[in-house]
């Protein structure tokens, strides 16, 4: 079953923050993050391994809580080169290395 | 090094044509796999090999068929071709260090093929 993400659209002011949730159903192993602008590939930005750790990459993070079997993805001060949709990835208990993409969050970064 | 290469990036088949999606990655990873991606949607999992020989269904794989026969290369078979294919395709490889471990690298996906059926 895919993770469940929200909101499924935000739009920004440069400089302002979001946050977007990941949600499953099932135990997780782990979370990955990527970024896809409009008609390009995926990019992979972080990974997260159960333990509750908090990851980052330029002023982009995330945690993970295992417990409640959820992750989040931190913009900070974005910028113009954060907009695209971002997509969760969860590896559960019974998914051996396949990943289950969430429906992803359009992200709209604006001057 | 180039990562993933997906041939063709597009191509438009007739129903009941067939067709291969060619993909080769040149980083030695272990695990491959096939993504379609339908307008504004997410990434559906349509097969994938965690190594030379060795394939399984992802959850959509009807109507497509792999073969694993080299590290390097994951191609995608679509037999007699359907509107409900016209998608974008999309190969990725990861480097896992256990299959039951749950542990993957990050996932460096190809450029996509844009399939349209008519």
């Known amino acids: 079953q895919q993770p469940v993400q929200s909101p499924q659209a935000v739009i920004l002011r440069e400089g302002e923050d979001a946050v977007i949730n990941c949600s499953s159903s099932k135990a997780l192993y782990s979370v990955h993050w990527y970024r896809q602008k409009h008609g390009e590939a995926p990019v992979f930005l972080m990974i997260?391994?159960?333990?509750?750790e908090q990851k980052g990459h330029e002023k982009i993070s995330a945690s993970f809580n295992e417990k409640k079997q959820q992750s989040s993805l931190y913009l900070t001060a974005s910028q113009l080169s954060y907009s695209g949709t971002y997509f969760c990835?969860?590896?559960?208990?019974?998914?051996?290395?396949?990943?289950?993409f969430g429906a992803g969050t359009q992200v709209v970064v604006t001057p | 090094n180039a990562g993933v290469t997906q041939t063709p990036k597009f191509r438009i088949l007739k129903i009941g044509q067939s067709m291969t999606l060619q993909c080769a990655q040149d980083?030695?990873?272990?695990?491959m796999y096939w993504y379609r991606q339908d307008p504004g949607m997410g990434l559906k999992l349509i097969y994938y090999?965690?190594?030379?020989?060795?394939?399984d269904k992802g959850e959509v794989p009807n109507g497509y068929n792999v073969s694993r026969s080299t590290t390097e290369d994951f191609p995608l078979r679509l037999e007699l071709a359907a509107p409900s294919q016209t998608s974008v395709y999309f190969c990725?490889?990861?480097?896992?260090?256990?299959?039951?471990?749950?542990?993957?690298?990050?996932?460096?996906f190809g450029s996509g093929t844009r399939l349209t059926v008519v």
């Open positions: 090999s965690v190594g030379a020989g060795i394939t």
């Open positions: 990835g969860t590896l559960t208990t019974d998914s051996w290395g396949k990943l289950q």
């Open positions: 980083m030695n990873h272990n695990y």
């Open positions: 990725a490889s990861s480097y896992s260090i256990s299959r039951g471990a749950g542990v993957n690298y990050g996932y460096t």
């Open positions: 997260l391994l159960k333990g509750g």
